[in-house]
């Protein structure tokens, strides 16, 4: 006789809490969901009947690829992120709720109406650009770059799925080598790779060994490209436009240096929820 759903869920539970992840009850319910296709209240309807073999061999398959320290995000290929669920594989990072602080911060930021441009540099997942666009009372049009063209395969996806309309415009290329000529923008968001190349071996597993390490790696200092966005972001912005840009947890004076060093005005740090340095703004010279 089958086990029931309750019988195959606990065992999943027990697996993933003796492998050591972080949340094994959380992670385990999502994957059970998924692999049998249920929601909570018919859960608790129907947990002490037998459960069908096709979920439970599912099940065991989502639990083993847990075990071996792939995320949840990245067994199911998705990540929901301010209300939209986009896909992801191990060619981008899975989206964070610390940037929907940086997006949510444009969001205000930007006019009611009229047309705005804007560029997302190191767009991966496509995130911020499909979100802004999506969301944005103004007509939004945005340019988004990636140096990896898988990163871009995902975020195009992501576009054709999550935008009925008119989509980003996806550029290919290092930086701004890959924007057009003498093209100029409202404003720049970037959330660049900004952990130090040393921490990397100590991150956790699902994102050391399963996240593109090009993605993470902000040089020996986790500030590298900063300093290239300091740099080079003036020959693309419009004279008194914005620059947003996501930064690591202690970084928010180190990045306000550097863009004070290159002209930028205006400079503010905002805070996670945590209290923690997340977002840099700052206006260009």
Known sequence: MSRSYRDVLYEGIDRLRKSGAEEPEADARVLFDNAFRIDPARYLLTEHEPAPQEGTLRFKAYLWQRESGRSVQQI?????????????????????????????????????????????????????????????????????????????????????????????????????????????????????????????AGLEPQVRDHEPRIALDGGSDGLYFYRRLAEECPDHLTSGSPLYLEIGAEQGRSVSTILQSKGFTGIQVIKDLSGLDRVVTAVCP
């Not at 290929?77 to 594989?89: A, E, K, N, P, T």
């Not at 981008?92 to 997302?120: F, K, N, Y």
């Open 76 to 200: 199911l290929s998705r990540q929901d992120f301010m209300g939209l669920s986009f896909i992801v594989s191990e060619d981008v990072l899975v989206p964070r709720m610390d940037t929907e602080i940086l997006v949510d911060t444009i969001l205000h930021r930007l006019p009611a109406s009229g047309e705005v441009q804007g560029l997302d540099l190191c767009t991966g997942s496509g995130c911020i650009a499909v979100t802004l666009m999506a969301l944005a009372r103004c007509r939004l049009m945005m340019d988004a770059a990636d140096l990896s063209p898988r990163a871009l395969s995902i975020a195009r996806r992501n576009g054709d799925l999550l935008l009925p309309g008119t989509k980003p415009v996806w550029l290919q290329g290092d930086f701004f080598e890959a924007v057009p000529a003498g093209k100029v923008y409202d404003f720049i968001v970037c959330n660049p790779p900004y952990i130090p190349s040393g921490e990397i």
